[in-house]
């Protein structure tokens, strides 16, 4: 699929692990980067936004070769009360729409609208082997992904509209940040069997998918997730060989789901789904960290190795 190198992206949610690495690269490569803030502006790279509901002047937009949406309350709060469930909602779907009404204004010169969403559109669905065609699943996340994409879909049919479907990221500051003290304390091991099936992508993957996504004219949901299957007890004895620590320590079921919460347990560490990214591979984009094992080696930095 051919490219075009982006010469200017509207970026909200640049604060976050992902959207400030994207911010880093694409401006070391020489991409403008307008930042959508919800502070005061400290630069002309920044506007603000998202302030007293008021909707988002369009010529913010005009001229960007793409919009780049990433914003999120994080999952990985707990417990996820009534109230937090309602803020994992509306910090995705309030945003999206936000934008999607100011990309709809420009018509036919809107830019591409990149959307996150979550491959927890999926919910657990055990044994099934998982691409974009596939059926949506059941659960709190599966319910907010449905809702965050038909948000993005508000731009319009002038504008080119991606979902990034992303799985949880292999970083300190991403999936293994809880796993991390565990695994130091030597106290890790298989979150009930283990055998779960977990999506998983490096940072440097991510930034690289969504660049080419960027890029290239493909549309629609995208699922970003490492090309190689993987288990939870994978990704924990990765982990665990890379810090020259035990994985034994067996979670129950139901002390995981008393301690996070059944809608939190259930959609992040309990969830089976093997989600291949499809799209990604038919549309020529190559992966730096292809197994998980890779992944996990280029998160930890060796000095973190015992």
């Known amino acids: 699929m051919p490219e075009t190198p982006a ?3 509207v970026l909200a949610g640049a604060s976050g692990l992902i959207g400030s690495a994207l911010a880093d ?3 070391a490569d020489g991409v403008e980067v307008t930042s959508l803030v919800r502070h005061t502006p400290t630069g002309s790279h920044e506007v603000q936004w998202m302030k007293d509901a008021a909707p988002l002047d369009p010529e913010v937009l005009a001229g960007a070769d793409a919009v780049v949406c990433l914003n999120g309350a994080s999952i990985g709060r707990f417990p996820w009360t009534p109230s937090y469930k309602s803020t994992l909602l509306w910090s995705r779907i309030t945003p999206t729409r936000t934008l999607a009404a100011a990309v709809r204004a420009l018509g036919t010169d809107a830019p591409a609208l990149i959307n996150a969403s979550a491959t927890g559109y999926y919910g657990s669905q055990p044994g ?3 691409t ?4 949506r699943g059941s659960g709190l996340l599966a319910d907010i992904c449905v809702d965050w994409e038909a948000a993005a879909r508000e731009a319009g049919d002038h504008a080119r509209v991606a979902m990034l479907r992303t799985a949880p990221v292999v970083h300190e500051q991403g999936v293994l940040k809880p796993l991390l003290l565990l695994t130091k304390l030597g106290v890790s091991g298989p979150i009930g069997r283990g055998t779960q099936v977990w999506p998983w992508i490096s940072l440097d993957d991510e930034v ?3 660049r080419h996504v960027i ?4 549309a629609g949901p995208v699922n970003l997730t490492g090309p ?3 288990t939870a007890n994978d990704l924990g004895f990765a982990l665990a060989r890379r810090m020259n620590r035990p994985y034994a320590l067996r979670a129950p079921i139901f002390a995981v789901k008393l301690a996070l919460g059944k809608d939190a347990a259930e959609a992040l560490l309990t969830s089976d789904a093997d989600v291949k990214p499809s799209v990604l591979e038919k549309s020529g984009f190559t992966f730096t960290h292809r197994t998980v094992e890779k992944a996990v080696a280029s998160a930890v930095p060796a000095h973190d190795a015992a």
Do not use: F, G, N
């Open 7 to 9: 010469r200017r992206v």
């Open 25 to 27: 690269s694409l401006r």
């Open 128 to 130: 099934a082997v998982l």
């Open 132 to 135: 974009e065609t596939s059926k």
């Open 208 to 210: 690289r998918a969504i």
């Open 215 to 218: 890029d290239s004219d493909i």
């Open 228 to 230: 190689t299957r993987a």
